[in-house]
């Protein structure tokens, strides 16, 4: 039976105040690419030290990580002594999440389109993640925007597999992270991915709705509202911070305990400034914060380039990022804050 008071409570943990999620669930064939940019060979093993790096970072994750989102080969990996990785997640405090979707397709009959697959079998995954440790999964739906694109009917067939996914979470005691991610590649200005986020959410929450999710044991993990990256065009901070608020606050319920962000390839401070810009526009409804995969990850991954003798200053970088988003999460970051010990 689902205790949605139990939900509710890992829910408010995920984003308990300073903190946010880290999202390590990078696919075999992201992971690679992020390793391709440093030039490591991506093994097994460069994968486990990697991200057995980043869980040591014992301080960060206790100070700023509610939560950690895990790929399906990390949940099962042990660290280089033989403890779990989950088990060092675990220690610190942070819960442990999975990335359940099986990643995208092509949409037959909408050109350009896609769908997020893996609703098959996932209710048995996910009791097999829970007896592991999984407290929280994440889905994501992929929306790009074209010409012609996103249609109405993409939008919904990824927001009811969506819906589905979270349902099919919260009857297994695990809190749904619910992505829906509008994606800030393309040559479109700011006007119009916030339009096409608002149908988005719009349809999102319609659809959870209609499955009976309760908003209250789930996390919402939305883009940011930005003009496209290969538009040219560089919004201010101010005003990324206000169109994403306005958005937020007419399509994302008061009911829900937390929103976290995804970066989606904004840079490390620019990610952590517009956070923080929000915060400061309080009071909000819900915690406010981040899910950071990149924008938490990029300036560590750069700094360990595979090298033992690298892992200290990796570990450095990982720890400053952590504790730059969490103080955005509060409000309470600026400039300077980069610089200073
Ligand atoms: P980025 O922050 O790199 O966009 O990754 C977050 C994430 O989990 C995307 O699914």
Same mark, same amino acid.
């Given at each position: ?92 405090? !942070? #819960?442990?999440?999975?990335? +359940? ?27 097999? @993640? @829970? %007896? ?32 589905? @996914?979270?349902? =099919? ?12 991610? #509008? ?17 988005? =959410? ?8 209609? %499955? ?12 940011? +509202? ?10 201010? #901070? %101010? ?10 606050? !007419? ?40 899910? @950071? ?36 999460? =509060? ?11």
């Amino acid at each position: 039976m689902m205790d949605l008071a139990a939900l509710n409570q890992v829910a408010e943990k995920m984003v308990a105040p300073g903190k946010g999620l880290l999202a390590a669930d990078e696919s075999s064939g992201t992971i690679k690419k992020r390793f391709d940019d440093i030039g490591v060979a991506s093994t097994e093993d460069t994968r486990r030290d990697y991200r057995e790096l980043l869980f040591r970072c014992t301080d960060a994750l206790r100070d700023h990580i509610g939560g950690v989102i895990l790929f399906d080969e990390t949940i099962w990996q042990d660290a280089a002594d033989g403890t779990p990785l989950i088990r060092l997640i675990e220690a610190t405090g !942070a #819960v442990p999440g999975i990335k +359940v979707d099986k990643g995208t397709r092509p949409l037959p009959g909408f050109p350009g389109e896609t769908v997020t697959e893996g609703l098959d079998g996932l209710g048995e995954r996910l009791a097999a @993640y @829970y %007896q592991r440790g999984a407290r929280f999964a994440k889905w994501r739906a992929v929306i790009d925007i074209g010409a012609g694109i996103p249609t109405r009917g993409a939008i919904k067939a990824g927001a009811h597999a969506l819906a589905r @996914y979270a349902g =099919l979470c919260q009857a297994a005691q695990i809190v749904p992270v619910v992505e829906p991610e #509008v994606l800030m590649d393309g040559g479109h200005d700011i006007g119009r991915c916030e339009e096409v986020t608002r149908l988005t =959410l719009q349809t999102v929450f319609e659809e959870l709705y209609e %499955q009976r999710v309760a908003l209250e044991g789930m996390v919402l993990k939305p883009n940011m +509202v930005i003009s496209g990256m290969a538009s040219g065009r560089k919004d201010s #901070v %101010q005003e990324v911070a206000r169109r994403t608020l306005a958005v937020l606050k !007419a399509h994302a319920p008061a009911a829900l305990p937390g929103i976290a962000f995804l970066s989606g390839g904004q840079s490390d401070e620019e990610a952590t400034a517009h956070l923080d810009a929000m915060n400061r526009m309080a009071p909000l409804p819900w915690k406010l914060t981040f899910s @950071y995969g990149r924008a938490l990850q990029h300036a560590a991954q750069h700094a360990w380039r595979g090298r033992r003798e690298n892992v200290a200053a990796a570990q450095t970088a990982f720890s400053h990022r952590a504790r730059m988003n969490g103080l955005a999460s =509060l409000g309470q970051w600026d400039g300077s804050k980069e610089t200073a010990g």
